[in-house]
């Protein structure tokens, strides 16, 4: 006879196992990350972890391929600003909170010759995903995770 605490345990098995993973691998570092998935959609990913990296981003490049995109680890929440400096296409920037959230997107032109302006979000962010224009069909509140290479 089953008492009512295995009967529990097998609830909170059975239904753990029919979750899908929202999280990241905690033995996966952020800087690390091949892929970053948005509910549904999921982007392979260059990563932009240091100040170099983080300063020259997507410029210079000439496209990028779809289902593609830019993860950039900032050194820590914040209001971390971004510009479209020596852009050559269209992004969709998405801002993401410390707790893996989706806090805002944008859509940004590349700026031309002139100053650029500096697009910050509205609360502390400590990742930004960019992607080509018009892939990002996700909203705020959205999970965020990624996976490492194997």
């Known amino acids: 006879m089953w008492s009512w605490l295995q009967y529990g345990i097998w609830s909170v098995i059975l239904l753990a196992t029919r979750l899908p993973a929202v999280a990241a691998d905690p033995g996966c570092p952020a800087r690390q990350a091949a ?14 972890w240091d100040e170099a990296q983080r300063r020259r981003g997507l410029s210079g ?30 992004i969709d920037l998405i801002w993401v909170t410390p707790d893996r959230r989706v806090a805002g997107s944008l859509y940004l032109s590349p700026c031309g010759p002139g100053p650029c302006l500096v ?19 996700g909203r705020p509140g959205d999970t965020v995770s990624w996976r490492c290479r194997p």
């Open 35 to 48: 892929e970053v998935r948005i509910g549904q959609q999921t982007w392979r990913v260059d990563v932009a």
């Open 61 to 90: 490049r000439a496209r990028m391929a779809p289902g593609h995109g830019m993860w950039f680890v900032l050194p820590g929440p914040g209001l971390h600003g971004f510009w479209m400096r020596d852009m050559t296409f269209s």
């Open 119 to 137: 697009y910050r979000p509205d609360r502390p962010v400590a990742y930004v995903l960019e992607v080509n224009a018009g892939e990002f069909g």
